[in-house]
């Protein structure tokens, strides 16, 4: 089975019609927990010289992954229960909840018993509101995009093609909810990388990851 066929991803697609301005966003969320997703775009990237791509180094980062993975679709999942949204946005969340939980099935049948127990996470008032809402999708969207990114060379060639086809599909999440937000759905010619022990201090700093 490829990929492909095991994320089957399902949903309907947004008209894309823009229910809320960025600006509008970004007053209303001024102060809420999404925006420190914003300091991780600065983190560094590690390469892969301090070890060479192997099946137990493919196992970590995976783990890694889906620890990213599990918190999308926990987000979406309680935005849609608790967040009120509407149109676009509720368009944008139940596809991209379907997706992010078929990234987490996949990765949990790759790992096998190596993915542990479902972790718990906490938004606080990130989800109470379609605002915040847009503001937090839109962070953690692009931090899961820099996360693949950062690990990527330290893949072997086998599993970088499976992660590879979940971050093309991560990175057209970030570019959906940007332009719903009033964003350039494609601002940079390159994408940086985040090294995943900076991703995972702040998702804790953040008190979305206990």
């Not at 969320?29 to 060479?52: E, I, Q, S």
């Amino acid at each position: 089975m490829t990929t492909e066929e095991a994320l089957s991803p399902t949903g309907s697609s947004s008209d894309g019609r823009r229910a809320w301005s960025r600006g509008s966003f970004l007053r209303v969320a001024a102060g809420t927990g999404g925006a420190v997703f914003g300091g991780l775009l600065v983190g560094r990237r590690v390469a892969g010289a301090d070890a060479a791509p192997s099946a137990a180094q493919d196992r970590r980062i995976f783990q890694f992954a889906l620890v990213l993975e599990e918190l999308q679709a926990s987000f979406y999942s309680e935005a849609l229960e608790r967040g009120g949204l509407r149109g676009d946005l509720r368009d944008f969340a139940q596809v991209v909840g379907a997706h992010e939980r078929a990234h987490v099935a996949f990765l949990r049948k790759v790992l096998g018993a190596g993915a542990g127990p479902t972790r718990s996470f906490h938004f606080g008032d990130a989800t109470s509101s379609p605002q915040r809402f847009g503001v937090t999708a839109h962070e953690i969207e692009n931090i899961g995009v820099a996360a693949y990114n950062g690990q990527g060379a330290k893949l072997t060639a086998d599993a970088m093609e499976h992660a590879a086809e979940i971050v093309s599909v991560e990175g057209r999440h970030a570019g959906w909810i940007g332009a719903l937000l009033g964003d350039p759905p494609a601002p940079r010619a390159a994408d940086p990388g985040l090294d995943a022990n900076t991703v995972l201090a702040q998702l804790k700093a953040s008190g979305y990851l206990g």
